[in-house]
């Protein structure tokens, strides 16, 4: 069984800075993509940021220049380092990972969200 687990939210003041981890466990054959995704009260799921295999990122304009997203390979974590928060990036945030359980499949996972919340 795949799992994903975020750890890292909390309430931060704007212009503070929260580390978002995931850590993905259980029968692994290869990951493929993983990505951060948020969603804030009443609006549609968004992705943030994501990562390819090979390492290339991309980013959500909204969160170019202050967040940064990486990937520990042999560990199975990706990160977010988001810098210079702002009250609209208040939301949970969800992991996603699309991966191979065992060799020849491939499917998304979900992890249960975390909550970060930016307010003075």
């Known amino acids: 069984q795949v799992q994903l687990v975020e750890s890292g939210g909390g309430l931060v003041q704007p212009g503070g800075s929260l580390r978002l981890t995931c850590a993905v466990s259980?029968?692994?054959?290869?990951?493929?993509?993983m990505g951060w995704y948020r969603q804030a009260s009443g609006i549609q799921r968004e992705l943030v940021a994501g990562i390819t295999s090979a390492g290339t990122a991309s980013y959500a304009d909204s969160v170019k220049g202050r967040f940064t997203i990486s990937r520990d390979t042999a560990a199975n974590t990706v990160h977010l380092q988001m810098n210079s928060l702002k009250p609209d990036d208040t939301a949970v945030y969800y992991c996603n990972a699309d991966l191979s359980p065992i060799r020849g499949t491939r499917s998304n996972y979900w992890g249960q969200g975390t909550q970060v919340t930016v307010s003075s």
């Open positions: 259980g029968r692994i054959f290869s990951i493929n993509a």
